[in-house]
């Protein structure tokens, strides 16, 4: 009976050290996919056409690579960067995602050289939608200039970690910026609220909100704007405004607040009604993504962490989240289908022994024990 336990023992112990051997989680591969995308951020407030030149050289050599098909270049609000579609032949064949590989790595290398960019990199695009390696750093907090702070120090720390391939920031700083600042003490005099200051720049910028008409069920906004002309309003237009209070009394608001031109964040985002800032950050095709999680998350993310109060977050997300309730979701499926078969042999067997048994040798059997 000992010998008997003791081969079952090793058995179980066998086995639950092969589920430590299992590979890090990770997406499907690549793939051989022809085509190439670069992805570029521009610095904020620079025209459109100085970015078009900057990148133009970058394109001249793209299209005389002999292996490329055709290409394309992309510059608008939402996205900037560009694609090329590399000959067939490169992709086909056994080898075709290693030299697919190769040449994206060769694109990449030249987009770096490119001024005038924030970030700039190439990436072949994959042949699964949940292929692309890519998660999100995000830090919470109430303090803008704080988390900038936290995102830069983690941008030079986190580019530098085995197996991370960019660090792209999805925040903008330096864009041109209007602050106006009230004289409190002014404004109380001629009994003007902060409210009231910030509604008369609001309409003058973006108009004055009427009300809603409904049309047959669909909700129509009247908004009072100014006329559209080819002059912009300067910084003696804004402090020449003239203000009427409700007393009948006639100011100007440059009287009421300071104005100061300043730069700032091009927009703030939120999560769960936090501002926040996100990094995203590519992972190298030929390392596991959960690998480079762990990594981060324990040499990077942990140290600064310990440094924030309660009122500062710092995790991952995006396709992190995505790749855990990936793993979550199969592994309940495989729990509740061990036990919809366990039922079964139990109702056909009429005992809870027999089909513990017949299901644990069937495992063996598989994966070549027996």
Known sequence: IIGKVGVIGGIVAVVLWSVTTLPEKDYLPYG?????????EPVAGVPA??????????????????DVDRNFTVFAPRF?????????????????????????????????????????????????RSADKTFQVEITGPDIMKLKSIALDLIDKISGSEGVHS???EFKFGNPELRFIPRREQASRLELGMNKIGDIIESLNAGKYLGEYNDQGEPIDFVLVQKKTGTKLGLNDYLDLPIWTDADKMSH?????????????????HIEKERAIVLRVQVKKD??????????????????RNTLNEEFGLGVGGAADELASTQKSLLNSFYYAVGFIYLLLVALFASFLHPLIVMFTVVLAVSGSF
């Open 32 to 40: 051989n996919t022809n085509m190439v995308f670069m992805l570029i």
């Open 49 to 66: 056409e100085t970015n078009m030149n900057y990148f133009a050289p970058y394109e001249d050599r793209i299209v005389g690579m002999k």
């Open 80 to 128: 900037n960067g560009g694609g090329a579609i590399v000959k067939k032949e490169l992709a086909s064949g056994q080898r075709g995602e290693v030299k697919m590989s190769i040449k994206a790595r060769e694109m990449g290398k030249d987009i770096f050289a490119i001024p005038g960019y924030r970030f700039a990199f190439a990436v072949q695009r994959p042949i699964f």
């Open 167 to 169: 660090v792209r920031p």
């Open 253 to 269: 608001l440059g009287h009421l607040t300071d104005i100061e031109i300043d730069a700032g964040p091009a927009r703030i985002d």
């Open 287 to 304: 390392f596991p993504m959960q690998h480079v999680i762990n990594r981060i998350e324990s040499e990077q993310l942990v140290p600064v």
